[in-house]
Each structure stands twice: as structure tokens, then as C-alpha cells.
């Protein structure tokens, strides 16, 4: 393997103004991935929740550049082969989540 590019990163714990507790990868002063908030009454709140009970080792991130979403999210798990079979047929299955309305904080000056 050849490394042709490097960055550097940091992973930090924030904690919100509604007491979320929300990792955030920062890759440069103005490009960040911050984790869904779980405690939001939104669609992806919600599928959050869901997902974190039955996978507590799954993550979601969205991208933020220049504080505004990109509409990119960053996904995933470390998971056994059994594990994401079942992650996948159940995801497939359910779109209870789709009735959740798709909310968006406010982007602070982070």
C-alpha cells in the first residue's frame, strides 16, 4: 500500500445546548462531521434512535463545510458478518422512519 495523501483529523466530545453528547471529526477549521443528535424529534432523530438501540456501535455524521450542511453523511459500524445481514434486511424492511419531517439545527460558529 502506498500512502498518496494525509490528513490530519481530531475526534472530539461536544455536548449541546439540550445536552446531547455528539462526537465531532474535525478535519480542518471550517470542515467538520458532527454525529445526529438522538435526542431530535426529526426523521433522522428518530432512524437514529432505532439504529443505536438494536446497533450501539453504529455512527452517523454529517458533513459541515464553511457551517452549512452539505447534504453528505458519513456512516458506519463495525460489525460481525451475521450482524450486518441483519442490519440490512431490517433496514429494507421499515420505512416507519419516513414520517418523521427532515429537521435542521441552526449551524453555530464552531
Same mark, same amino acid.
Given at each position: 500500500?502506498?500512502?498518496?495523501?494525509?490528513? $490530519? =483529523?481530531?475526534? %472530539?466530545? #461536544? =455536548?449541546? +445546548?439540550?445536552?446531547? !453528547?455528539? &462526537?465531532?471529526?474535525?478535519?480542518?477549521?471550517?470542515?467538520?462531521?458532527?454525529?445526529?443528535?438522538?435526542? +431530535? @424529534?426529526?426523521?433522522?432523530? !428518530?432512524? &437514529?434512535?432505532?439504529?443505536?438501540?438494536?446497533?450501539? !456501535?453504529?455512527?452517523?455524521?454529517?458533513?459541515?463545510?464553511?457551517? @452549512?450542511?452539505?447534504? @453528505?453523511?458519513?456512516?458506519?459500524?463495525?460489525?460481525? %458478518?451475521?450482524?450486518? $445481514?441483519?442490519? =440490512?434486511?431490517?433496514?429494507?424492511?421499515?420505512?416507519? &422512519?419516513?414520517?418523521?419531517?427532515? #429537521?435542521?439545527?441552526?449551524? !453555530?460558529?464552531?
Amino acid at each position: 500500500m502506498k500512502t498518496i495523501e494525509t490528513k $490530519d =483529523i481530531k475526534l %472530539k466530545k #461536544v =455536548i449541546t +445546548k439540550t445536552g446531547a !453528547e455528539l &462526537y465531532v471529526i474535525e478535519l480542518s477549521k471550517n470542515h467538520f462531521f458532527i454525529e445526529q443528535n438522538l435526542l +431530535k @424529534k426529526s426523521k433522522y432523530g !428518530e432512524a &437514529y434512535r432505532k439504529l443505536k438501540e438494536k446497533y450501539p !456501535e453504529f455512527y452517523m455524521f454529517w458533513e459541515i463545510k464553511n457551517n @452549512k450542511y452539505t447534504g @453528505k453523511l458519513l456512516a458506519g459500524s463495525i460489525l460481525e %458478518k451475521k450482524d450486518i $445481514d441483519e442490519f =440490512i434486511t431490517e433496514i429494507l424492511k421499515s420505512e416507519d &422512519y419516513k414520517k418523521y419531517e427532515d #429537521v435542521k439545527d441552526e449551524i !453555530e460558529d464552531y
